[in-house]
């Protein structure tokens, strides 16, 4: 069985029985205009993450892994969008607001869709989800159950909001999950760093802190 080296530990892990989850590497992410500019935030930092997801989404599909991306976003009618939500931050553009890429976050529009890097290919579930954790509100853990899935790496933005929540989420439920450190941003370092820490710390209190450069390595 391939070996992925990780901290706190290194961690075996069965292909057939394993995931490649990319958490929200969406336009209103990523790029000028979209929620995480609203919000006030350089863009551009989470960039760094782009070049080591597709180098990940490349081996995993080679491995013909399970890869399973997921957007946040919300109905055109903000049904499922908490007041609390879209109040929240000051942004210069709420949820739902007309802008350069299209009404922000919302399902639909162009900036809701995964970056031309790393879209999805034909038989590549993804997963819109309302929230931050990709479980909650969403098919993701009955997909997961009836195809045997045990381990769950993990990729995307932003690593203390989204990631987290998803890594969080699925420790509770029982799945091994391994932070693609280097496959993992966010507009504010210090907290990318943390929030790694936090993962491995403990003995691994939720889970494994590995790179693409040593899951590549492993799937080899
Ligand atoms: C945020 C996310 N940061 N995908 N969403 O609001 O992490």
């Known amino acids: ?14 292909p057939a029985q394993t995931a490649l989850v990319i958490i929200d590497m969406q336009r209103d ?8 500019a609203a919000l006030g935030n350089d863009v551009s930092l989470l960039h760094a993450a782009v070049v080591p997801c597709r180098a990940m989404l490349h081996a995993a599909r080679l491995a013909g892994m399970l890869v399973i991306h997921t957007r946040e976003g919300h ?17 210069s553009m709420r949820i739902g607001d007309a ?13 809701h869709g995964i970056i031309a ?12 989800k309302p929230g931050k954790g990709a479980f909650y509100a969403t098919e993701l853990e009955p997909m997961l159950r009836n195809r045997g899935i045990e381990v769950l790496l993990v990729a995307g933005v932003t690593t203390e909001v989204c990631v987290h929540t998803t890594i969080r989420e699925a420790n509770d439920r029982g799945f091994r999950c391994v932070a693609l450190a280097d496959a993992c941003a ?3 370092p210090a907290f990318h760093a943390a929030a790694l820490a936090m993962v491995s710390a403990q003995g691994g209190i939720f889970g494994w802190v590995s790179d693409t450069g040593r899951a ?4 080899r």
């Open 1 to 14: 069985m391939p070996v992925l080296h990780a901290e706190p530990s290194p961690l075996e892990f069965e």
């Open 99 to 111: 802008g350069p890429m299209g009404r922000i976050l919302i399902r639909g529009e162009a900036g």
């Open 186 to 188: 966010s507009y504010i």
């Open 29 to 36: 992410f990523l790029e000028p205009g979209g929620f995480g």
């Open 75 to 91: 109905r055109p009618d903000l049904s499922d969008a908490p007041q609390a939500k879209v109040a929240r931050g000051a942004p």
């Open 216 to 219: 590549i390595a492993a799937l």
């Open 117 to 128: 890097a790393l879209a999805p290919i034909e038989g590549e579930p993804v997963i819109d």
